[in-house]
């Protein structure tokens, strides 16, 4: 048995260009009619009457047979052609370097709906958490939600997710089988796992992403400002209560609480001489000395002040003569 004659008795369904014959239709005909809607521009190139068809049953031959999956439009090469291909590459390309742009600019951290992806490390190896929330909104008016959920996703990039893949793994098969640009977040995962944010989420993550490494959270970051003290002999005491007693090298804590409390600091050492001291100061008139210090955790600002969690001096920058 041949190819064709095995083709022709497994066949289900008899070639388009064959029923047409049969029914007596030219394709060519009626392929190159402006128009075949009306049944006088049916019957104009086809007499389907003489098939025993209605105009209804013609109507419906006819966009069987001229549908796209059918009979393709022929490719002609044009000159600009491969030009067009490189320029569709290099699109494809640039999308997938400013995505690692985007990335590298995120902050670590926990998302929120409006910081919606973070990015964190653990190891050598970079990973992405997103924010997703889906809220459900009330059937009266829709003005307020009803329920709201909200889920996190980690995917744990590749080694190499800043190197820009080729064009064959952008343009991946879908389900369809059809060749379709792949999301950049997909190229670059090479794992991925749901969960909420609280606790130790990161650890959670890393677990199923990454069985046996721990996660080591990052030092925070470090703004170095400027704060005025009071010397009391060898002692730099608060000028504000007295009793709080800065060291050089040794952490001092204060809870944010409301807008008297926390360290207050200026951002330069002019600023920290200037700045105008409260009247219930209890240590107002006695010498002063300017600290250059470290601080970094939760921060507020209060009449154009700023006050950290914790502040470590670092060093005398000035004292007053």
């Known amino acids: 048995m041949t190819r064709r004659e095995y083709r022709a008795s497994t066949r289900t369904k008899r070639p388009y260009h064959i029923e047409a014959q049969e029914l007596g239709a ?71 370097q400013d995505w690692v742009a985007g990335v590298l600019r995120l902050a670590d951290g926990l998302p929120t709906w ?57 343009l991946g098969k879908h389900r369809d089988n059809s060749i379709r640009e792949r999301k950049p977040l997909a190229l670059a995962s090479e794992a991925t796992t749901t969960h909420d944010g609280r606790g ?54 204060a809870k944010i609480c409301d807008e008297h409390s926390g360290i207050f600091v200026r951002p330069t050492a002019k600023g920290a001489k200037r700045a105008a001291v409260p009247d219930s100061s209890r240590l107002a008139d006695a010498p002063y000395a300017i600290l250059r210090c470290e601080c970094y955790g939760e921060s507020a600002q209060h009449n154009g002040k700023t006050a950290y969690e914790h502040c470590r001096p670092v060093e005398v920058v000035a004292l007053n003569t």
């Open 26 to 96: 030219d394709l060519a005909a009626i392929k190159a009619a402006r128009s075949c809607s009306s049944a006088a521009e049916i019957g104009a190139v086809w007499s389907y009457r003489t098939a025993g068809l209605t105009v209804d049953q013609a109507r419906g031959c006819l966009s069987r047979w001229l549908s796209h999956h059918y009979h393709r439009i022929p490719l002609s090469e044009s000159p600009g052609r491969y030009e067009m291909l490189q320029d569709q590459v290099r699109g494809r390309r640039a999308r997938y």
């Open 114 to 170: 409006d910081r919606p992806a973070a990015r964190w490390q653990a190891g050598d190896r970079v990973l992405l958490t997103r924010h997703y929330e889906y809220v459900e909104w009330g059937r009266k008016n829709g003005r307020y939600p009803t329920h709201t959920q909200v889920s996190y996703t980690t995917h744990l990039l590749r080694a190499d997710w800043q190197i820009t893949p080729h064009t064959r793994e952008i």
């Open 200 to 253: 130790h989420w990161q650890q959670r993550a890393l677990d199923t992403l990454l069985p046996g490494v721990d996660y080591i959270a990052p030092p925070p970051p470090i703004t170095v400002a400027y704060k005025r003290v009071a010397r009391v002999g060898d002692r730099l005491l608060s000028i504000y209560d007295g009793v709080t007693e800065y060291r050089i090298g040794e952490v001092t804590t």
